[in-house]
């Protein structure tokens, strides 16, 4: 087959690496507004240089890794019935814009798969297996962790859409993939303690978030730019009947001051290393979606509910109160 891939970024060059190893792959294709990164990328793996709009017309299968502004109008031009996209997440920044593209690929009948690779991990699926089976009981309390290594440069800042939608809307899409639960109202707080720069953008370096679920168990969110021991994703499930955790082990970034105690040896440094193995996954998933092998693993609905929740965040930290989902416009 022949996939496209447009944007060959940090995320999109390793997409690209992985689908150039796909023993399915016959013709791997880039296109890149950085003609020289793109040139580079395509001889590193043996790929072809393209037009984005060559790649449109005529690749079996797209990758969308550009800047987020660029993922709504990209996939408007790239989906379609007979041709399957993955996107990144996510769609758009805006509410409304995310609603629009949804409704555009539904009435299309297109196929678009999100990239919100936790799914993939195998850690967390381990973690759905549990809920599903009943290992657990019911669920009384989740706590999920999502803190970056370092802060992003400052150019990055303004076109983030801010910590919840940018770092945090992967935990509330794991929250709902992991339980099986709709999350129904968030009480959300955040401040700018470690980086005066977000302060310029309207934005927070730290951010905390309750989350109530449809059947009363509660969610309890961390976020943070800046983790001085490494990239730390987390998640813990306590139960009736057991108590669980996904990002617990030898290279989780915390220091345990207990005298039998543990001190991470080669602590996670950035999402690449953290989640690797779930990125190709994700990917062959997607080859799999284009040879009609399996349906599609995550829909563009699921962005839609995830951005949601952030909305729903964004205005409980600005007003200071409880935001209930459905106050978001669906």
Request: hydrophobic share 45%; proline share 4%.
């Amino acid at each position: 087959m022949h996939i496209g891939v447009v944007g060959v970024g940090r995320i999109g060059a390793f997409h690209a690496r992985v689908l150039s190893e796909h023993p399915e792959v016959r013709r791997l294709s880039i296109s890149d507004i950085d003609g020289a990164r793109a040139a580079a990328v395509a001889e590193r793996l043996g790929a072809y240089v393209e037009s984005a709009d060559h790649l449109l017309e005529h690749a079996d299968g797209i990758v969308i890794a550009t800047d987020t502004a660029g993922h709504a109008s990209l996939i408007e031009r790239a989906a379609r019935p007979d041709r399957p996209v993955f996107c990144e997440k996510p769609i758009a920044l805006e509410l409304e814009t995310t609603r629009s593209i949804v409704d555009r690929v539904g009435a299309a009948g297109a196929v678009v798969q999100i990239g919100f690779q936790r799914r993939f991990d195998a850690a967390y699926r381990r973690a759905r297996a549990a809920v599903q089976d009943g290992t657990l009981g019911r669920i009384y309390i989740i706590r999920t962790a999502g803190h970056d290594a370092e802060p992003p440069h400052e150019s990055y800042i303004s076109t983030s859409g801010g910590i919840f939608r940018d770092l945090n809307i992967h935990d509330f899409d794991i929250i709902r993939y992991v339980t099986g639960q709709d999350i129904i109202e968030v009480y959300a707080d955040g401040g700018v303690l470690g980086h005066a720069m977000y302060a310029k953008y309207d934005d927070v370096d730290t951010a905390v978030a309750v989350l109530r679920l449809n059947d009363g168990a509660l969610a309890i969110m961390s976020g943070a730019r800046h983790d001085p021991r490494g990239y730390d994703i987390r998640m813990e499930l306590l139960g009736s009947a057991d108590s669980i955790a996904v990002g617990m082990g030898e290279r989780m970034p915390l220091r345990s001051l207990e005298a039998e105690g543990f001190v991470p040896v080669a602590a996670w440094s950035s999402f690449l290393d953290r989640f690797g193995d779930a990125y190709r996954e994700e990917l062959h998933a997607f080859v799999d979606v284009i040879a009609g092998r399996q349906p599609n693993p995550c829909p563009p609905e699921e962005a839609l509910i995830a951005m949601r929740v952030a909305v729903a965040c964004d205005r409980s930290l600005r007003e200071h109160r409880p935001v209930r989902i459905a106050e978001i416009d669906a």
